[in-house]
């Protein structure tokens, strides 16, 4: 049981747009920023989106993030074949002094 | 560019220990805090243990604390994590992760290093 919750899947067709939630609490979501990482299985994760809604150099404006309250979400405009895999929020819990993910969310470009 | 190179992983007994290494190269390493995070089979990740850019302190996982030790050693660009009692549920690829600054969580993560802990 993870401590942010997320959907386990979503899926899209190309170029639709699709948003994956992330639920959480005041002591993560509620007080700290939310960060969004993408994982192609067989591979490394990669970050996405940091500090909420920042994306790292790299990545395309299709990806965007935001919060609000206890809850943040990905969204992924014009969504392409290579967007297909794992994504995971993570953010700073106050009430248990360390990081915490949602479960993931496998994405599936239809 | 940056590189983080895991190794020591492998197949250990339920109740065993094993240590695990991160090499780093490509930035100042003892500028950065860093990670060890984990993916069991088929599962998520999670958050195993971060320690400061200067070692200075360290936080661990619910499920790890008190079984295992981060640290590092600014002289050889090395991060490890000592596994002690160790348990079937601690099976998982670890990755070492550099700790990006400020709002940044992670920013580059290394390959994964596979722990299997089975009689």
């Known amino acids: 049981q993870s401590v942010l919750t997320q959907p386990p899947s979503a899926s899209g067709t190309p170029g639709q747009r699709v948003t994956i939630s992330c639920s959480g609490s005041?002591?993560?979501?509620?007080?700290?920023?939310v960060g969004w990482y993408q994982q192609v299985p067989g591979t490394a994760p990669k970050l996405l989106i940091y500090?909420?809604?920042e994306r790292p150099s790299g990545v395309p404006d299709r990806f965007s993030g935001s919060k609000s309250g206890t809850s943040a979400s990905l969204v992924i405009s014009g969504l392409q074949s290579e967007d297909e895999a794992d994504y995971y929020c993570?953010?700073?819990?106050?009430?248990?002094?360390?990081?915490?993910f949602g479960g993931g969310t496998k994405l599936t470009v239809l | 560019q940056v590189q983080l190179v895991e190794s020591g992983g492998g197949v250990v007994q339920p109740g065993g220990s094993l240590r695990l290494s991160c090499e780093a190269s490509?930035?100042?390493?003892?500028?950065?805090?860093m990670h060890w995070i984990r993916q069991a089979p088929g599962k998520g990740l999670e958050w195993v243990a971060f320690?400061?850019?200067?070692?200075?302190?360290?936080y661990y996982g619910g499920s790890v604390k008190g079984r295992f030790t981060i640290s590092r050693d600014q002289s050889r660009n090395s991060l490890y994590l000592q596994m002690n009692s160790l348990r079937a549920d601690d099976t998982a690829v670890y990755y070492c992760?550099?700790?990006?600054?400020?709002?940044?969580?992670?920013?580059?993560w290394g390959q994964g290093t596979l722990v299997t802990v089975s009689s």
């Open positions: 992760a550099r700790y990006g600054g400020g709002q940044i969580f992670v920013d580059y």
């Open positions: 490509g930035f100042t390493f003892s500028h950065h805090g």
């Open positions: 320690i400061r850019y200067d070692g200075s302190k360290d």
């Open positions: 005041s002591p993560n979501i509620g007080r700290n920023t």
């Open positions: 500090n909420n809604n």
């Open positions: 993570a953010a700073w819990d106050d009430g248990l002094n360390g990081w915490v």
